[in-house]
């Protein structure tokens, strides 16, 4: 009775440790979308059962602190104050948690400030909001807000530009609701709102899930590396509206959009898939329903005929009565299971290495 078995030690060390998952960059999503939510459990999982994350990364994560913001009184009343706390090369995650309510104010968050989330509430979503305009500020400068540091992280965080609708008269009437251009940000439920140019996705690679996109005209454009899953896109207002103007300019650039499992909905009809900015966008949906709304071409016809060549439009699986590609344009392109994979894994933005689930609300 003066010792213990070997074996029963070490089943009991193997009850209390953690097993460490290695995050697998190659494996796509599923199509059925119950598994697609595993897939992300499983290649997602929280940090203490994870490996191969960045060391900086973990670092971060080791002892992060929480920092409250109130529009009606407590540790900071601005989301700007809140944010000027914030030490430059700051190596700590710090969490802004927003209380409920509007918070009128232009920020942003500059590029010496890694590791910064702002969280709300999932049953009292915060508003962040300005009226800024491409007249004003120049385009991607007009966003409400404008992220430039790497390891961001929103959740529960509604996003608005309250500028009124572009007429077609007044110049520079486009009005970001927000511009990402830091590397390995992640947006979990949170929602965007906008006219033309609501989400410019600028730079960098970006992950975007349970979220809600709207506007009118090229309403995320941009070069950034970004997947967005389960996401709805909601295209608003008359006249002609076009989802996304992805702005490779060449061939050998790896930038591009993947949605996945996402829903394509709106008002009135007219609604394209893409359309080229640029010379080289890359724009693929995946397992995506879409709505009547879609226009039967799919994609917006080039201005430039050069283009026809250089664009990469892909379509794989997905389901609605927009769906159906008899009438698509001519290049729109036919993507097998090989090549449709290569958008629907953690690799394609490098996820396995930064990629961590949404940190959950407390009260």
């Known amino acids: 009775m003066g010792y213990i078995h070997v074996s029963m030690l070490l089943a009991m060390v193997m009850v209390f440790v953690t097993p460490m998952v290695l995050a697998d ?10 598994q697609a939510e595993q897939w992300f459990k499983t290649n997602v999982a929280p940090l203490p059962s994870r490996k191969g994350l960045d060391p900086a990364l973990v670092a971060a994560e080791a002892s992060p602190r929480t920092i409250n913001v109130n529009p009606k009184g407590g540790e900071f009343k601005t989301l700007t104050d809140a944010l000027k706390s914030i030490p430059e090369k700051n190596t700590k995650r710090v969490i802004i948690k927003m209380a409920p309510g509007e918070y009128k104010e ?7 400030k890694p590791f910064i989330t702002l969280m709300g509430d999932p049953k009292a979503m915060p508003v962040l909001t300005y009226d800024g305009t ?46 990402i251009s830091g590397n390995n940000a992640a947006f979990y439920n949170c929602k965007f709102h906008g006219f033309q140019d609501t989400l410019c996705d600028d730079a960098g690679n970006h992950f975007f899930k349970d979220c809600y996109i709207e506007g009118t005209f090229d309403f995320i454009f941009g070069s950034g590396t970004s997947m967005y899953l389960d996401t709805q896109l ?13 702005a490779g300019k060449s061939a050998e650039e790896k930038s591009g959009y993947s949605f996945v499992h996402c829903k394509v909905t709106g008002d009135g009809g007219g609604i394209y ?18 709505s009547s709304l879609v226009n039967p071409t799919g994609w917006k016809a080039n201005k430039v005929a050069a283009h026809d060549k250089t664009v990469f439009y892909g379509e794989y699986k997905c389901t609605g009565p927009g769906s159906h590609t008899a009438k698509r344009v001519p290049f729109t392109q036919d993507i097998d299971e090989n090549e449709a994979n290569r958008f629907l894994s953690l690799g394609y933005i490098k996820g396995s290495s930064w990629l961590l689930p949404p940190p959950g609300f407390k009260v």
């Open 25 to 34: 960059d190659n494996t796509p999503i599923p199509e059925a979308k119950p």
């Open 134 to 179: 491409a007249a004003q500020y120049g385009t991607v400068n007009s966003a409400s807000l404008i992220i430039l540091s790497d390891y961001f992280i929103a959740v529960n965080i509604i996003v608005k530009n309250s500028a009124p609708k572009p007429d077609g008269k007044r110049k520079g009437a486009q009005a970001l609701a927000m511009r």
């Open 234 to 246: 909601h295209a608003v207002g008359d006249g002609i509206k076009v989802i996304s103007a992805h």
């Open 273 to 290: 898939l893409g359309r080229s900015w640029k010379s080289h966008p890359k724009v693929v949906y995946a397992y995506t329903e879409m």
């Open 106 to 112: 232009k920020v942003t968050i500059d590029k010496k």
